[in-house]
């Protein structure tokens, strides 16, 4: 299957001596990212929830990239994609609605705590004084941070770019951003606001931040190196991401 496009290198000129390259193939040499993605996602959610039905949905997902890319804009294929397929999966997940609108609610209402503290206390706030801000008791909060997914929290590679609250930023920023040198250096102040803020983060959550996203670890395995069980690290992974947010909120709302 070809068209006039070159599916690596964008739009061909008149002349173009480069091959086109079948468009199927290009899928199914990107294959993998769906399954790492899917596997990412699936690891966080009810066991209920078919990991082939998360590949199915990723891979519509990665079509509709390789269909939309435009390799002219600076991206690459990869970047784009990956927001594409994680974007297309989490979509379908919140339109099953599969949690309850309640643990939504709750979570905003730890995340808002957390602002309100950070900002009234310039630190990161302890776990007693989310507790006492939010109205939820600990054990309420750390059954709520056990079971939150990345369909409510987002990821740490998500988060810069959905600081400003819309939802499809991540696939802007994959590409607009390369033609827009003010928004380009928006999303760089974030990034440095971002580090700094994992700088900040205690030691066991940024142990399991470091293990998650750099190494690849699951979430298995992470509570294995850190010697605690794996909703532990499911607790300590969702605390740092919603401590996170709260700093980038903070950040962008002044």
Not at 174 to 192: G, K, S, W, Y
Request: with cysteine.
């Amino acid at each position: 299957m070809t068209d006039d496009r070159d599916w690596r290198y964008g739009p061909r000129e008149p002349g173009d001596a480069l091959a086109v390259v079948d468009r199927d193939t290009v899928v199914s040499d990107h294959l993998w990212l769906v399954k790492c993605i899917s596997r990412a996602i699936h690891e966080h959610l009810p066991q209920w929830i078919d990991l082939e039905d998360l590949v199915s949905v990723g891979t519509m997902g990665l079509i509709k990239a390789v269909d939309d890319f435009d390799a002219s804009k600076g991206a690459r294929l990869e970047t784009y994609a990956r927001y594409r397929i994680r974007g297309a999966i989490l979509d379908e997940l919140r339109r099953l609605d599969i949690f309850p609108s309640s643990t939504r609610q709750k979570l905003h209402q730890l995340e808002d705590a957390i602002v309100d503290l950070e900002r009234g206390l310039g630190r990161y706030p302890t776990d007693e004084e989310i507790s006492e801000k939010s109205g939820l008791s600990l054990q309420e909060i750390s059954s709520l941070l056990a079971n939150a997914t990345m369909v409510e929290l987002y990821s740490l590679d998500e988060m810069v770019s959905r600081a400003d609250g819309e939802m499809n930023s991540e696939v802007k920023a994959a590409v607009a951003t390369h033609d827009d040198p003010l928004a380009n250096l928006e999303r760089q102040e974030m990034e440095h606001v971002l580090v700094d803020a994992i700088g900040q983060l205690p030691e066991t959550e940024r142990a399991v931040l470091g293990l998650y996203y750099y190494d690849g670890m699951r979430m298995k395995e992470i509570g294995k190196v850190l010697n605690i069980s794996e909703s532990r690290v499911s607790q300590v992974h969702s605390k740092a991401i919603l401590l996170l947010r709260a700093k980038l909120r903070m950040h962008v709302t002044g």
